[in-house]
């Protein structure tokens, strides 16, 4: 907890390397949920980079029991230890420090370094965690190797796993029992795991390329094994994956994921231990979704695959998060889209990525928390696990293979290895092995790792019909940050160009390698270019940004006849999905406008014969078909207004909704029977997207539904044979304005011994129109309900403040009261958490004058409490930062 008003700012420039190095780590714990003991026997020795003699060691929340160097007792005097922070000045060359402290497992409502969930001990080390077990050099340059004895009562934890190979266990007395684990590869501490629980385990020995057998496992509490089936052959698939497409091998004889109910992260990639979030691990037809599978698929691949991107090779300092989390998620990326193996399936796996950036990381981009991939400073690191980090440090990655091609990635990734296994290393050393490996000037693709914002890219195009030439003229623009004045990004810009009959014509431009494709990559350096296409002989439709070969915001005049010819038939689906979103945007932003002026709302035939002629369109993927039906969210569309109504939002968007599912009810009642799934369940693509389409078309049924459509609903509901039809009949009937609670008190007693799915059954109440602040301040009453499980937490407050604009920026201000009471109580038990949620206020200064003032009030309540901690001090800080 922030114990003054000043906490201190890290600058990436300040960095310097550790004075210490370590070799190896040797941990003892004497596990007891109110007294655990940590004996640490650590090796040291100085490192000639570094001019400094002290060792400094951080620890949290630690009693110190004993310090002892080269086998002699230190006493007070001989050592500083200064708050978080225990140093000894002018050590010797080579130190072993014998190091034993006590902690209280059970009183850590953090969830950061060691604790109890459910009766069990877990640990969460990234990113600043370990620091809460032993003093130690908490960063991610200091690697070594661990050896770990676990020992615990074998009556209450049987199980005792840490990083590594399972080396020795046996039997203690007084009912206690013992493992020693040892990991034969260097890691930061950030990456120590260990777990001593009651557990059961879904086993099998799987062979690698090389003829290698492993062991692979999937630890959960018993009552689960049932859930195991598809996190175990994700981690197969994800292995075979990584061996065919990078050549990367698992490296350890056995390979771990336990799963957790109390959980801040999705995942965590310690080496060989990977623990889990229990949301990301157990599935099966009757709890599960298509979508939680589709989430099981790509977060056991982003851990496994951390093994190499991430593990084998760390990051130097924290500054460089997303050399590890960017190329990791555009590595899960593309593992998701090669595990569906079609072209449509590659095509709405981007969909949802470019959804996401839109959703989430263009507005963080644009707000007071913005910050480059690779960020300059912070005040807490656990504030910087962003979308910027993850989604658009993705999308830098994804631009190296756009510019480099596939096998040129590869090139790139075999050099990155080759020179850097086993080291701690920057985003730059990344970049180089790319610019290396292909023979290619990347210097001022440095810009995307240290520039915050998002980049405006401006087209214009000239048809020169005589000439039969087509110009395209790109400028780009991002806005200067407040101690930053932008330069020119290196922006991969994917071209094709669209007939009359809606054909791609070949292209033909000045350089010699981009002669008659459909599609080619044109690479913005300078404020502005032209680029030239000959023998062009009727003017195109142009098509631009094709599968969003970078994440900029692309601003061209497109004419609706223009949109609807792309739309209509545009080769690349993104574009094509892109096309009916700018067509429906320009709409909604009309009637928004409408709304506030109260003048009458209308929507015109031509774009309800465009979504009517995509419905019935059997020849399109319909995962395709229900993406591209989905109108822009109420939050996309605020982010395109200077001043935000989100009740007029609102109210303009019903109307869209209530005006298609009237116009298109014959149309829709037909897919939803069209594109059933009979038979046993499988979350394959073609299945998932069925259902997708089905239920989008029965949630438009019940927008104004008569009697026969809320009875299609309860049929759905009472005899679906998976989650996610059950479940999207429910929040269909939630919807409708119907009276639900019959339904939802039917499905609470069936799952109510299933924790994620009463966090659906909270979260899908939290999110609909109807639910205002007093109901969610009722549903917290629910006996089901607790603030210290994180996902509970975000199944229901995080839900109504993200997901329920409308409700959440009541004219009364009364939500904003309700957010800022629970980030004052979520930050005294669990400060990442408070601080998650205390994002959901940062474009505050984008509304109207009164809502301004309500979230202002809100803002400060939250900033005068007295002991909020340094996570959510960070978020409110800048968010009122400049406020008059």
Same mark, same amino acid.
């Given at each position: ?5 000043? #906490? ?24 007891? #949920? ?215 091998? &698992? ?73 590890? @989390? ?45 910050? #480059? ?52 290393? @920057? ?18 693709? @440095? ?57 791609? &014509? ?195 049924? &019940? ?79 629910? #006996? ?44 005294? &038990? ?55």
């Amino acid at each position: 907890m922030r114990t003054d008003s000043s #906490p201190q700012t890290i600058f990436r420039k300040d960095y310097l390397p550790p004075s210490y190095l370590v070799d190896t780590v040797e941990l003892g714990f004497d596990l007891d #949920p109110a007294r655990t003991i940590v004996a640490n026997r650590v090796t040291l020795r100085h490192n000639p980079l570094s001019k400094s003699r002290d060792i400094v060691l951080h620890g949290e929340e630690l009693e110190l029991v004993q310090l002892r160097m080269n086998g002699k007792p230190l006493q007070a005097g001989q050592y500083e230890l200064n708050g978080n922070t225990l140093t000894i000045r002018k050590a010797p060359l080579a130190v072993v420090l014998e190091i034993e402290t006590l902690t209280a497992p059970a009183k850590n409502t953090t969830l950061s370094g060691l604790y109890v969930s459910n009766g069990n001990f877990f640990t969460q080390c990234e990113a600043e965690g370990f620091r809460r077990i032993t003093y130690f050099p908490d960063r991610p340059d200091v690697m070594a190797k661990y050896t770990v004895m676990l020992r615990a009562d074998k009556a209450l934890y049987p199980v005792l796993l840490s990083n590594g190979n399972l080396v020795e266990q046996g039997e203690l007395d007084d009912g206690r029992h013992y493992a020693k684990w040892e990991d034969p590869f260097k890691k930061p501490s950030y990456l120590f795991a260990l777990v001593a629980a009651r557990l059961v385990c879904q086993e099998e020995r799987y062979t690698l390329q090389s003829g290698r057998e492993v062991l692979l496992q999937v630890w959960v509490e018993e009552g689960n094994l049932d859930k195991t089936d598809y996190a175990m052959q994700s981690l197969k698939n994800s292995i075979r994956w990584d061996e065919e497409r990078f050549g990367l091998e &698992l490296d350890l004889d056995r390979f771990m994921i336990v799963a957790v109910g109390d959980f801040n992260m999705g995942a965590m990639e310690n080496k060989g231990l990977n623990i889990f979030n229990t949301k990301f691990v157990l599935a099966n037809p009757r709890v599960a979704t298509d979508v939680d599978y589709a989430g099981i698929e790509a977060v056991v691949g982003h851990e496994y695959f951390h093994n190499w991107t991430g593990n084998r090779v760390t990051c130097r300092d924290w500054f460089q998060l997303s050399l590890k @989390e960017g190329l990791t998620v555009f590595r899960d990326q593309e593992f998701s889209a090669d595990m569906i193996g079609t072209d449509s399936g590659r095509a709405v796996t981007r969909i949802d990525q470019v959804r996401t950036l839109r959703q989430a990381q263009f507005p963080e981009d644009a707000g007071p928390m913005a910050h #480059p991939v690779r960020p300059d400073s912070f005040v807490e690191i656990n504030n910087f696990y962003t979308v910027t980090i993850y989604e658009k440090g993705a999308e830098v990655v994804r631009m190296y293979q756009t510019l480099v091609g596939r096998d040129g990635f590869r090139k790139g990734m075999d050099l990155y290895f080759a020179r850097h296994d086993g080291q701690a290393v @920057e985003c730059d050393d990344f970049r180089a092995a790319m610019a290396d490996a292909n023979g290619r000037d990347l210097s001022q693709f @440095e810009r995307w790792y240290s520039q915050a914002g998002t980049p405006v890219v401006r087209a214009e195009t000239r048809y020169d019909a005589a000439a039969k030439t087509f110009d395209i003229t790109l400028r780009q623009h991002c806005a200067a940050s407040a101690d930053q004045q932008q330069l020119p990004f290196h922006i991969p810009v994917a071209v094709g160009l669209l007939g009359a009959d809606g054909r791609d &014509l070949p292209l033909k431009t000045d350089a010699q390698d981009r002669q008659g494709h459909a599609t080619v990559v044109l690479e913005l350096r300078r404020e502005e270019q032209t680029f030239r296409f000959h023998d062009i002989a009727e003017r195109p439709t142009p098509s631009i940004l094709r599968d969003f070969s970078a994440p900029v915001v692309l601003e061209y005049d497109y004419s609706d006849a223009e949109l609807l010819h792309l739309f209509s038939h545009d080769s690349d689906p993104v574009n094509r999905w892109e096309a009916g979103q700018r067509l429906a945007m320009a709409r909604l932003l009309k009637l928004t406008a409408a709304v506030a002026a109260g003048a009458p709302l209308t929507l015109d035939d031509t774009f309800i014969a465009a979504q009517r002629a995509l419905l019935v369109d059997d020849s399109l993927d319909p995962a395709f078909r229900e993406l591209a039906l989905i109108l822009p969210s109420e939050t996309i569309i605020a982010e395109r207004m200077a001043v935000v109504e989100p009740q007029a939002i609102h109210t303009a968007r019903q109307f869209m909704r209530r005006t298609l599912a009237a116009a298109l009810k014959p149309e829709l009642l037909a897919q939803y029977h069209a594109n059933q799934t009979p038979g046993a369940y499988s979350p394959d693509a073609l299945s998932a997207g069925k259902r997708a389409l089905k239920n989008l078309a029965l949630a438009y049924l &019940l927008i104004a539904p008569r009697e026969a459509e809320l009875a299609l609903a309860r049929r759905q509901f009472a005899e679906a044979g998976n989650m996610t039809d059950r479940a999207a009949a429910l929040v269909a009937l939630i919807h409708s304005g119907s009276d639900a609670g019959a339904h939802l008190h039917s499905f609470y007693q069936d799952f109510e011994q299933e924790a994620l799915v009463v966090d659906k059954w909270f979260a899908m109440q939290a999110a609909a129109p109807g639910t205002d602040v007093a109901a969610v301040r009722q549903l917290m009453e629910h #006996p089901a309900f607790t603030l210290k499980n994180p996902n509970r937490a975000r199944s229901l407050i995080f839900n109504f403040t993200n997901g329920n604009p409308s409700q959440f920026h009541a004219a009364d201000g009364s939500a904003y009261e309700f957010w800022a009471e629970h980030v004052i109580k979520l930050d005294a &038990l669990n400060p990442q958490v408070a601080a998650r949620l205390a994002r959901s206020m940062d474009r505050w200064r984008r509304y109207t004058p009164a809502l301004q003032a309500h979230m202002q009030r809100a803002l400060e309540r939250v900033a005068a409490h007295a002991r909020l901690s340094n996570d959510v001090l960070e978020v409110v800080s800048k968010a009122l930062a400049g406020a008059q």
